[in-house]
Every structure is written in C-alpha cells, then in structure tokens.
C-alpha cells in the first residue's frame, strides 16, 4: 500500500520505520531538510520537503493514489488541513494526531468525518488509560482487556518461590484451564510456549483469562499479595499526566511532582481534581520524595518528557521501597534497558499511536491493535468473517503460523478459551498474541 506521512518527528519517523518493514510504499513530508536528511539516510523511502498543507507538495507526495495518509506533526490544525486536502485529493483514508481530548469524543469523530479526516488519535490519552489500568492492577506489567473486559491478557514478572517455576507448562497449564500462557518474555527474547516448555525466575510472563478467574491466576503467579493501589507519586506535569488523574478513581491519593514553575501554575486549571496535592519539586530529589512520605505510596509513575529522567526517577522510587513503578520512554533504545533495570512498566506513546495507525493497514477486520514494546509483540482483535478460512476447520488443524497464539474468543458478549479444538464462527472476536510483524500472515485466515 502506498503510505504518506507528514511529519518528520518521533511519531511519523517511528511509524515509516515499522511501515517500511511490512513493504509499503512510503513517501515522507516534512518543512525541515534536516528531519528528512536523518530519515533517509536510515531508511530506503521517498521523502519530500515541503508543507503538508501545500497541494502542490501533496500532488507531488501521490496522495491521489495513497490507501493512507497520516498527519502527524507537532500541530494538530495543521494534521486536520493536510489530512482533508488528501481526502479531497484521493486518499483513501485519513488519519490525524490531535492534542484535544474533546477531539476524539464520538460526536465529534462523525464530524471530522465528514470533513475529510477518517480518524483521529490522541497519544496522551491512550497512555494515559494504560497508566490508570496499571495503578488498578499493580501487581501486572502490562494488560489489556477484550470487549470491555470479557477477555483479560496481562503479563507478570514471575519471581522465585513460585510453585510453577521449572515445571512444564503441561503439568498446570492445560487446555481445559480457565487461563492460557500465551507467550513468556525470557532475556530479552519472546517466545511462543509449548506444553513441554517451562517457567523460569524473572520470566515476564503473558497470560489470558477470563474475569472470573483473575483471581486465581493471581495466586498461580505468586501475586495474590501484592497491595491494591491508595497512594500514587506523579513526576512530571505532562498532558498523558494530566489526563490520568483526571480519570483516576478518586478514591486514590495522589501526589504530583513538576519542577517548572510556569508548568505548576498551569497545572492547578488543567486538572479537575481538588483533593490533589501539587507540589514544585524534582521527583528524583529522594530527600524530597521522602520528606513526602513515599514509603506510603504503593504506585510511582515517572512521565516527564525526558526517557533518561523517567528511569533514573523510577529507580530511585524502587530503592525506597515503592512495589510498583511506571515510566513513560519515548526512546525506544531505552526500552530494553528499562526492563533490565527492572522497571515494573514501560510504556512509549509512540507505540500506541503506531498501533491504532497500523491497524488501518490490515485488510482482515480487525477491532484492535494494541503493540507490546516491552514483548516486541501485537496482541489482535480480528472479527470473524462468514466463510473466512478461520471458521473451516478447528485451531489444530489449521496449521497456523509458529509465531502466532490465539488465546481466546469472544461470542455473543461473552468470554472463552481457545483449544485446538475450537472451531471459530461468523461474528466471533478472535484474540490473536503476534510476534511484531507477523500479522499479515495471520490475516489470511480472517479474510
């Protein structure tokens, strides 16, 4: 598919680094020569310089012929102009990043339709509801929920005393319990497992369930101790921050960190609580985040714009005894060294706009997309077509590709395991774990 994008920062140069390994056709704008110099140098693409809002700069970039265009520079005014210019010009679909919550509000979304623009996506408050799931759930590392929750897929660091540890997954893992591993993270390599495949200590472990057994899978992993959420340290007074306390439970206590003076002023408008405590202050300071008592806090989350000062931060958090910590890392050659340091969360903005976008890609009907950095994997929501190739035999004899796992199934609004004897029908959502770039051989089987 042909792939234009405007935009040459973090974003659009993250995105036409994945789109570029799935062979599209990608052709990059941007008004700095020195973004694109950077890009092309790396990646084997066509870039223009120019204005995104140009026609002439459009027209030039193929928009006519475009399936996509994505509108992903610093201004989102400018994302809107440039993506109802491509519509008007021939693109197929649109796709804005925005800095408005009110932007991605339902009503609003049938409107910029009509205007030209397809979709719209607002980084921050993605990563903003991931933080909010993860300071309910302190003790996963990542989690995603299925059909508002029929299906749960989370991953736990599994630590030693852990009665499953060096047991084949046979032994307490089969096909008829109420929960599937269905991929392990082991020394910075993921894997597919196997009935005859073990745990091992600090294996980072992805499991899917259903909700009435979370429970249970809880104590599996050694994690039914872990304390709930009461008391959250912010560090940094960004919009992802802004936006998760403000949709925070209110029940929880938070307190925030933002050195800039200027930046804490404007804080007391932007977030709708009243019973927070604000405070300007560096959050890496430990006499400071002692002083505050951080040994009461049961969740630290570190979200400055700064990848470097978000893991030192988290670090310092876990020395004085914080169980859970959380940090924002914009610089994905950071990530893996975040997982090594033993950060409890990493999560990078750049990912979720990566996986809304690269959902638009994928011809099967895919409800979701949701891409785990930390697992170098997708996790897929496909729904199941009339006569698709998926729904003619059962798992076992589909013969699927080795880097897939398909973990559950939602029907009729209500959660199951998949087996290899599953046969799938019209309607089903499948949810599908996929090693980073495979998913197009998956999505033969739901076309």
């Keep these: 598919m042909k792939v234009v994008i405007a935009g040459a920062g973090e974003v659009g140069t993250h995105l036409a680094k994945m789109l570029v390994g799935e062979h599209h056709d990608i052709t990059l704008i941007d008004e700095k020569q020195s973004r694109l110099n950077a890009v092309s140098s790396n990646l084997d693409i066509l870039t223009i310089f120019g204005s995104p809002t140009s026609i002439s700069?459009?027209?030039?970039?193929?928009?006519?012929?475009?399936?996509?265009?994505?509108?992903?520079?610093?201004?989102?005014?400018?994302?809107?102009?440039?993506?109802?210019?491509?519509?008007?010009?021939?693109?197929?679909?649109?796709?804005?990043?925005?800095?408005?919550?009110?932007?991605?509000?339902?009503?609003?979304?049938?409107?910029?339709?009509?205007?030209?623009?397809?979709?719209?996506?607002?980084?921050?408050?993605?990563?903003?509801?991931?933080?909010?799931?993860?300071?309910?759930?302190?003790?996963?590392?990542?989690?995603?929920?299925?059909?508002?929750?029929?299906?749960?897929?989370?991953?736990?660091?599994?630590?030693?005393?852990?009665?499953?540890?060096?047991?084949?997954?046979?032994?307490?893992?089969?096909?008829?319990?109420?929960?599937?591993?269905?991929?392990?993270?082991?020394?910075?390599?993921?894997?597919?497992?196997?009935?005859?495949?073990?745990i091992e200590e600090d294996d980072l472990v992805f499991v899917m369930t259903t909700p009435d057994h979370i429970g249970l899978v809880r104590e599996i992993l050694g994690k039914a101790d872990t304390p709930e959420a009461h008391t959250v340290f912010y560090m940094g007074g960004a919009d992802t921050v802004v936006q998760s306390i403000n949709t925070l439970d209110p029940k929880i206590h938070v307190k925030l960190f933002e050195r800039d003076p200027e930046r804490h002023l404007d804080l007391s408008s932007a977030i709708h609580r009243s019973d927070i405590l604000m405070l300007n202050g560096d959050g890496r300071d430990i006499d400071l985040l002692r002083d505050e008592?951080?040994?009461?806090?049961?969740?630290?989350?570190?979200?400055?714009?700064?990848?470097?000062?978000?893991i030192l931060a988290c670090m310092?958090?876990?020395?004085?005894?914080?169980?859970?910590?959380?940090?924002?890392?914009?610089?994905?050659?950071?990530?893996?060294?975040?997982?090594?340091?033993?950060?409890?969360?990493?999560?990078?903005?750049?990912?979720?706009?990566?996986?809304h976008i690269y959902r638009l890609l994928l011809r099967a009907d895919v409800e979701s997309l949701k891409y785990l950095s930390i697992a170098q994997a997708d996790v897929i929501e496909y729904k199941v077509k009339k006569d698709s190739r998926i729904t003619q035999k059962p798992i076992k004899d589909l013969h699927l590709p080795s880097s897939v796992n398909i973990g559950g199934y939602v029907r009729n609004n209500r959660g199951y395991l998949a087996n290899g004897n599953t046969t799938f029908e019209a309607g089903d959502i499948v949810v599908a774990f996929s090693f980073k770039g495979e998913c197009k051989k998956l999505e033969k089987f739901f076309k």
């Design 57 to 198: 700069t459009l027209q030039e970039a193929g928009v006519g012929r475009a399936g996509l265009f994505i509108g992903v520079t610093p201004d989102e005014s400018r994302n809107m102009t440039c993506c109802m210019l491509a519509k008007k010009l021939g693109a197929k679909k649109t796709v804005a990043r925005v800095d408005e919550l009110e932007y991605t509000q339902p009503d609003n979304l049938s409107f910029f339709q009509t205007l030209g623009v397809d979709s719209v996506i607002y980084p921050e408050q993605l990563a903003a509801q991931e933080i909010n799931h993860l300071i309910r759930r302190p003790w996963v590392r990542q989690w995603w929920e299925v059909q508002g929750g029929q299906l749960m897929l989370f991953g736990v660091k599994v630590r030693r005393g852990v009665s499953i540890l060096n047991r084949p997954l046979a032994e307490f893992s089969g096909p008829d319990d109420p929960y599937h591993i269905t991929a392990i993270k082991r020394r910075g390599e993921t894997l597919i497992p196997h009935g005859s495949d073990c």
């Design 316 to 355: 310092a958090a876990k020395r004085l005894g914080v169980p859970k910590t959380i940090a924002m890392v914009e610089n994905t050659e950071y990530i893996a060294m975040a997982e090594q340091l033993d950060i409890g969360s990493v999560l990078n903005k750049k990912a979720f706009a990566a996986g």
């Design 293 to 310: 008592n951080i040994e009461h806090a049961q969740v630290f989350v570190a979200a400055t714009l700064s990848s470097e000062s978000n």
